[in-house]
């Protein structure tokens, strides 16, 4: 059984010190009125590197020894990952090695190469880039650096919670986006140690329901990607991520990519946030009203990231009708609006 603590998570914060932003947690009067209850926003996407993924990638690489960091260390990303890892390995001046595949979003691996790593795309997919990279660090003795199942990068992602707790006082439920379930599963720790009452709500792509269908099988599972959501495309939850978010998630909800898309162009218009799909999920299961309040709450939604593609953000915010679902009951649009 996999052990994380939150005197884990408060070492992983100290050790990172000042080397990451204390990112806000901004209300939304416009949001609340619309859901019912108080709805705060903690926005990542104001974190170095644009996403939450530079906690853990600082945390895991502060572990290192000597040896570790000068033989390098590697990393498999379709982005966000592979931009922390090569930022933070560039400040600690450790070589750097990210392993791709082409279809990457373009300002992704720009920004990786941008922070110094040596990119690799030499493979079709995630699945052929994972295998790569577990061979190359065999062969040239690299650190390979986990996106999630790594109990030094969940801590890392777990001083998400310290924070938000910090800022919100008291919050009564709290939405994490998941897919390989590093963030969720940091942050949960984090949330119930302080606020154990605290509801906490994994939100999932539909279409990339990596801890749902955990949960029907009882372990992690290989779920085939057909989402438009990059972020949250991992092909499996992490086993250690997986056993620490089943002890203590409180519900699952999906949401259809169409209705992520709806919840960028609302976060533009509304919040005047520009947030990848990764980033809206939550905020979508609030505008589409997936998650059932019970009254005078407070409600935190974690917006994880806002790395997209100028031309990938202008075609979603012009047309977001075009990615809303076909299914009988699904809303029209979230704010009445395409």
Known sequence: MADLKQSDIAAARVAIGERIHTTPLLSSETLSERVGVTVLLKAELFQKTGSFKTRGAFTKLLTLSAEQRSRGVIAVSSGNHAQAVAYCAQRLQIPCLTVMWPSVSPQKLAATRAYGAIVDLDSADAVEAVERANRIAAERGLTLVPAYDDLDVIAGQGTIGEEILEQAESPDSVLIPVS???????????????????????????????????????????????????????????????????????????????????????????AKLVVEPAGAVTTAALLSQRVAFGGNETAVALIS???????????????PGEYLPAVAGAPPSIDGKV
């Open 180 to 270: 390989g379930g590093g963030l969720l599963a940091g942050v949960a720790v984090s949330i119930k140690a302080g606020k154990p009452a605290a509801r906490i709500i994994a939100v999932e792509p539909e279409s990339s329901p990596t801890l749902t269908e955990a949960l029907a099988a009882g372990r992690p599972v290989f779920v085939p990607q057909h989402s438009m959501v990059d972020g949250l495309g991992a092909p499996q939850i992490g086993a250690l991520c997986y056993d620490i978010a089943l002890r203590h998630i409180d519900s699952v909800v999906t949401v259809p990519d169409g209705e992520t898309v709806c919840a960028m162009r609302w976060l533009f218009e509304h």
């Open 305 to 319: 990231g806002g790395n997209i593609d100028p031309a990938q953000a202008a075609r979603y915010l012009q047309r």
